[in-house]
Each structure stands twice: as structure tokens, then as C-alpha cells.
């Protein structure tokens, strides 16, 4: 059984020069799932600002670096019995700007709201979501969604466990109990685990139909956790080169962000990112430019980030190139097959370093009042649109939804579906209309 293999037979015509690969970065690039991307929020609440990320350019961004591990690892490690297994660069962009397809409006903060909303329903998690996207609601086949290659389909599956088996009963979502006179959800025990949704199950049995039973079954294995959600313990190869270049987005150019937009001022990012914190990317910085290292290093690294205009910009570009050229890659010689055998790590150093700075956005930027507020408020529309519609579907859902209710869909699962897709403008608009006492208009498209 191939790799390459599709769900749905497929043909290329004879005139098209694509590959395997190539064909399903095109489907990613022109589904309408990619082009919501531009209105969904990454961190920071769209129309605040036209300079930060939203998951569109995330995404672009995540794509660019997992390339450039790939490079990397092919310069570093000619030798090395993963290289032959390295996904080709139009596979490994596919993967990246499909990483976050299935993150709903509102970022995590949706995300906790769907969760809630699906609590008796099989549950919502945004990596989940983009399995079953690819796979099921994307429209390039008849029935099988985009209709990719089954490798892409294992690099986009961060989590190969089924929600039922990561979810764990002690921790089930549920509203906050502090509140007298209005109702919202608690917010820490309605994250979902990390997974991908039931709904896929078969889905996921024919994308590891290649793999020995032997190695299925490690390859699914669980750490089960004490009142926490239980953790998938594996990813692919595909997915975890991927997975390198999330985090380096994420905590270098989402730090980015922060710094642009004056949301970390000089002395948080002394106090997060402190000198010790950055002894790999320092003595990178000597040996690279010793001609900009005569006084303390830790010194012109503050005062290149809290600078204006290309000198920030250089040291963003020196820390994605410091990570990527220490990433390595690891063995785990209870797997066979190399799909899932090798992983894309990093080295002790720059892992640090790159936690150090995941951590500063999370603490100084995630974790600040502006952006829960922001976050509390979407979660709180998200819960309201979805039980209006829930209320009476038949009624209130749009007319394009209402074949899937009435072939005998699962009607949760259906308006779930439905809501992850919007942007945030979109979800905005539906509240609108649904709860705003102004004058409504039948044209006004929920």
C-alpha cells in the first residue's frame, strides 16, 4: 500500500506536469479553508492593527521554515538513513499551510467554545478539525474532501488518538460556577485534548494501513495523565518537521508581533528572556558577527530587538536561522517504519532558548488582559450563535447547510462544522444578526 495513495481513485491528466505533491499543495492553496485563514485571529484581534500575523500568514511562515529544515537536514546529515525519507518541498508546504485549517474563529478561545458546545457530542479540537476538513468537508471529490495523498494526511495528524481515548472523564467541560447572573463556561476544564475527532476514525485506519500492526499500535499509544487530559505520545516525520517550524514561528515571530506592537517593553523581555536563557543564541552571535561582539552580546541582542526598523527585523532573521541550523534528527528505534521512526528535534541550546521565547509570548502577550478579554468575548458569541441554531436548526441554519440535517447528519456536528469555518468577522456578523436589537435585513448573510 502506497503512501502516495489517495482515498478516492484519481488520475492526473496526461498534459499536467504536477506531481503527487504538487497536486495536493494546489488543493490546500485554492480551498476555501486556506483563504478563510486571512480573517481568523492568530493571537492578536484582527483590525487592531494591518502589521501582525494572522493564521494565514502564520501558516505561509510555517511552511517557508519546515522547508528550510528540510534543506538544512539534507546539508547536515547527508548520510543519514532519514534523508532518503524526507518529504519533498511542495508535500512539506501542503502540511504547513494546512496545519491550523481546522482552527475555528477567535483562535484557542473558539476552540474551548466548540468544546464546550460538543461536550455531549464528540467533542472539538482545532487539529482534529483539519483532519476531518481535509478529509470529509472540503469539496474536491465526491466524497473523500480534498482527496490528498495518505502521507499528507500523517503529516497534518499531530495527535494519532481518537478523542474518546484522550479525553479523560475527570476533566469533562463545563460552566463556570462563580457567576450568578450570567452564564459562561470554565474556561480551564473545557480544553479539549489534543487528538483527532471519532468522526475520522476510519479515515485514520486507512492512513495507517501501510504500518505493521506493531508499529500501529506504538505509533496510537497514549500517556494517560492524572486529572488532565490524556497525550498521544508519537507524530510522523512529516509532521514533526512541521512541528519544529510552528514553534520557531510561533515564538520568534509572534514575539515579533509583540515587540512591533509595544506589548513587551524592555524590561518583561529582561525578565522572560533572560541572558542565561540565551546562551546558544549568544554564542552563535560571537562566532557569526565578532566584529558586533566586543561588549556584552546580551546587551546588543536587547538593543537590536528594541530598535526600529531593520535592526529588529536582522535579529528576527538570525534567531529563525539559529534554530533552524540546530534542529537534528531523532531516532525512535521501537518504530520501523521510517514514516514515523525519525523526528525533527532541536538541540539541548536552542531548545531553550526557543521555550524561553514561547514562553515570554504566552506570559507577556496570550496571558495579558487585552487579549483574554478579547478571547472571553469570542468564546462567549461562538456559545450564543451555536445554541441559537442548535435550538431549531431547521429553522435558523442557512440554506446550505440544511442537506447534511436532512440526509440524517448528526445536527451538532453539522452547525459545528459550520461555525469552526467562519472567520471572526463572519462569526461577528451571525451574533449580529441573531442577537442585536437593530433593524436586521433578509439580505444580511449569516
Not at 515587540?259 to 522572560?272: H, I, P, Q, W
Not at 506570559?363 to 468575548?377: D, N
Request: charged content about 25%; hydrophobic content about 35%; overall charge negative.
Amino acid at each position: 500500500m502506497s503512501w502516495y495513495a489517495r482515498q478516492e481513485s484519481w488520475q492526473a491528466q496526461n498534459s499536467d506536469a504536477r506531481d503527487e505533491a504538487d497536486i495536493d499543495y494546489s488543493r490546500v492553496i485554492h480551498s476555501a479553508s486556506f483563504r478563510r485563514l486571512q480573517g481568523k485571529t492568530q493571537i492578536l484581534n484582527l483590525g487592531d492593527s494591518d502589521f501582525y500575523r494572522t493564521r494565514l500568514t502564520h501558516s505561509l511562515e510555517v511552511a517557508q521554515i519546515a522547508g528550510g529544515v528540510a534543506r538544512q537536514f539534507r546539508k547536515d546529515f547527508p548520510e543519514h538513513p532519514a534523508i532518503p525519507h524526507l518529504p519533498e518541498h511542495s508535500l512539506l508546504q501542503a502540511i504547513g499551510n494546512t496545519h491550523d485549517l481546522g482552527h475555528p474563529p477567535f483562535g484557542h478561545g473558539g476552540e474551548v467554545a466548540l468544546n464546550y458546545c460538543m461536550r455531549e457530542a464528540g467533542g472539538f479540537e482545532g487539529n482534529g478539525q483539519t483532519l476531518r476538513i481535509l478529509s470529509r468537508l472540503e469539496q474536491f471529490s465526491a466524497g473523500a474532501g480534498a482527496n490528498l495523498m495518505r502521507r499528507t494526511l500523517l503529516g497534518v495528524m499531530k495527535y494519532p488518538v481518537p478523542y474518546s481515548q484522550a479525553y479523560n472523564p475527570a476533566c469533562p467541560p463545563r460552566l463556570n460556577g462563580k457567576t450568578t447572573a450570567i452564564s459562561i463556561i470554565d474556561r480551564a476544564v473545557s480544553k479539549p485534548p489534543k487528538c483527532y475527532l471519532d468522526t475520522e476514525r476510519d479515515v485514520v485506519q486507512w492512513v495507517l494501513e501501510p504500518l505493521s500492526s506493531a508499529d500501529r499500535e506504538k505509533f496510537t499509544a497514549l500517556r494517560t495523565q492524572s486529572g488532565k487530559h490524556h497525550k498521544s505520545v508519537h507524530k510522523s516525520f512529516d509532521c514533526s518537521i512541521m512541528d519544529v517550524a510552528d514553534d520557531i514561528a510561533f515564538g520568534v515571530h509572534d514575539l515579533e508581533d509583540a515587540l512591533a506592537l509595544r506589548l513587551v517593553d524592555e524590561a518583561a523581555f529582561r525578565t522572560l528572556v533572560p541572558e542565561e536563557s540565551c546562551a546558544s543564541f549568544l554564542s552563535y552571535l560571537k562566532q557569526k558577527y565578532p566584529q558586533e561582539s566586543e561588549n556584552n552580546v546580551y546587551e546588543r541582542l536587547i538593543a537590536m530587538l528594541f530598535s526600529e526598523g531593520g535592526e529588529r527585523k536582522r535579529c528576527i532573521g538570525r534567531m529563525v536561522g539559529h534554530l533552524i541550523t540546530h534542529c537534528e534528527i531523532e531516532t525512535h528505534e521501537e518504530l520501523e517504519d521510517p514514516m514515523i521512526r525519525y523526528r525533527a528535534g532541536m538541540q539541548e541550546g536552542p531548545k531553550a532558548f526557543l521555550g524561553a521565547l514561547k514562553e515570554a509570548v504566552y506570559r507577556a502577550v496570550i496571558q495579558s488582559a487585552g487579549v483574554q478579554q478579547l478571547e472571553f468575548k469570542g468564546q462567549k458569541m461562538v456559545v450564543s450563535v451555536f445554541e441559537a441554531l442548535a435550538s431549531e436548526p431547521e429553522l435558523l441554519l442557512p440554506t446550505d447547510q440544511l442537506p447534511r440535517v436532512q440526509r440524517g447528519e448528526d445536527v451538532p456536528r453539522v452547525i459545528c462544522d459550520y461555525i469552526a469555518s467562519m472567520t471572526d468577522g463572519a462569526l461577528l456578523k451571525a451574533y449580529e444578526r441573531l442577537f442585536s436589537p437593530r433593524m436586521g435585513s433578509i439580505f444580511d448573510q449569516l
